[in-house]
């Protein structure tokens, strides 16, 4: 389990690094040196944590929870974001205020990533004064990030195709979200009862009917564009 939390924090890097390559350089700076001062500013939390605790947080039910839902909610607005720049025919955000939202979504998640990777330089760096480690962690932050970003933009030219990777890194990043937060532990028992098939039959068809009408709608939809 450990393990997969671990896929799941560099799925987390890749996705906000992905994101970030699609803003201007002084964003991406501005972004990262928010990250940095985050980072310099956690410096006092981040040295009262030890190995076990960490341990300890990552068994937690209620913090595997609460990590769930904010992994989930981060997973939406990435998605929604992808989604609605590749719906339109000419791949922009256009002039819609929550696309713009969408789009100016920083990634909170890279916050307490930041923080996790504080931790763990504090634990390597042994003898080493903690507000150097600090200060230059969060130089790194903010020097690197951006650059790191605009390699992306190097690596895959075509906004289209970052977009495009952006949208399948936020779709891994839901599924190792829900496998990593899961602990095992059934909060309700399911209980045995008959298949209600008629109710089964009528949800599969309501299901089968707005999907008919929305397939036609935008049919008929496209056609009148063409036209």
């Not at 992808?82 to 713009?100: F, P």
């Not at 952006?166 to 059934?186: D, P, Q, R, V, Y």
């Amino acid at each position: 389990m450990e393990q997969i939390i671990y896929v799941l924090l560099l799925f987390i890097f890749l996705n906000c690094v992905m994101k970030l390559s699609l803003w201007q350089w002084w964003q991406r700076f501005i972004y990262s040196l928010a990250l940095g001062g985050f980072a310099y500013w956690s410096m006092d939390y981040a040295m009262l944590q030890s190995k076990t605790r960490i341990a300890d947080y990552l068994q937690n039910s209620a913090v595997l929870q609460n990590m769930a839902i904010i992994v989930t909610i981060e997973s939406v607005f990435c998605l929604a974001f992808t989604l609605t720049y590749l719906q339109n025919d000419d791949h922009t955000i256009r002039n819609k205020w929550w696309a713009k939202v969408l789009f100016w979504y920083p990634g909170p998640l890279m916050f307490p990533l930041v923080f996790y990777l504080l931790t763990q330089t504090l634990f390597a760096a042994v003898g080493v004064d903690f507000s150097l480690t600090a200060w230059l962690f969060a130089g790194a932050v903010v020097l690197l990030l951006p650059l790191i970003a605009e390699s992306f933009r190097f690596l895959l030219p075509e906004r289209d195709h970052r977009v495009e990777v952006h949208l399948l890194l936020s779709l891994f990043i839901c599924i190792l979200g829900l496998i990593a937060t899961e602990n095992g532990k059934i909060v309700y028992a399911v209980k045995e009862h008959p298949v209600d098939w008629i109710g089964l039959t009528f949800t599969l068809g309501g299901f089968a009917l707005l999907f008919g009408l929305g397939w036609l709608l935008s049919h008929y939809r496209w056609l009148f564009r063409k036209s």
